[in-house]
Nanobody, 126 residues
Framework: QVQLVESGGGLVQAGDSLRLSCAAA?????????VGWFRQASGKEREFIAA????????AYGDSVKGRFTISRDNVENTVYLQMNSLKPEDTAHYFC??????????????????WGKGTLVTVSS
């Protein structure tokens, strides 16, 4: 089991950049988990954004953020990052990180993730 804490959200303007962090607060060694980012805008379903395997050498992205967002991890610091560039108003949402023990297609489905943080809010103004 692992406890996840997101940070880095805030209010930015369209075109700005923001970096989110997902830290492992406690639990098993963070490097044993694949970690993903999801977001949920008001009135919409939770959407897959990006995921990275435990070693950090394999990643996947949702179509809406490809080319703009980059996921990375530092297993020494027990942290996964989401670098978000060229932000758009439609990126406004609560962003959640999640973890699972197994890397595979299921990391793009929020039902495939076992552990969740409480989220951080990103608001992009036009």
């Amino acid at each position: 089991q692992v406890q996840l804490v997101e940070s880095g959200g805030g209010l930015v303007q369209a075109g700005d950049s923001l970096r989110l962090s997902c830290a492992a607060a406690s639990g098993r060694t963070f490097s044993t988990y694949a970690v993903g980012w999801f977001r949920q805008a008001s009135g919409k379903e939770r959407e897959f954004i990006a995921a990275i395997n435990n070693a950090g050498d394999n990643s996947a992205y949702g179509d809406s953020v490809k080319g703009r967002f980059t996921i990375s991890r530092d297993n020494v610091e027990n942290t996964v990052y989401l670098q978000m560039n060229s932000l758009k108003p439609e990126d406004t949402a609560h962003y959640f990180c999640a973890a699972t023990e197994v890397w595979g297609p299921m990391v793009t489905d929020y039902n495939g993730m076992a552990y969740w943080g409480k989220g951080t809010l990103v608001t992009v103004s036009s």
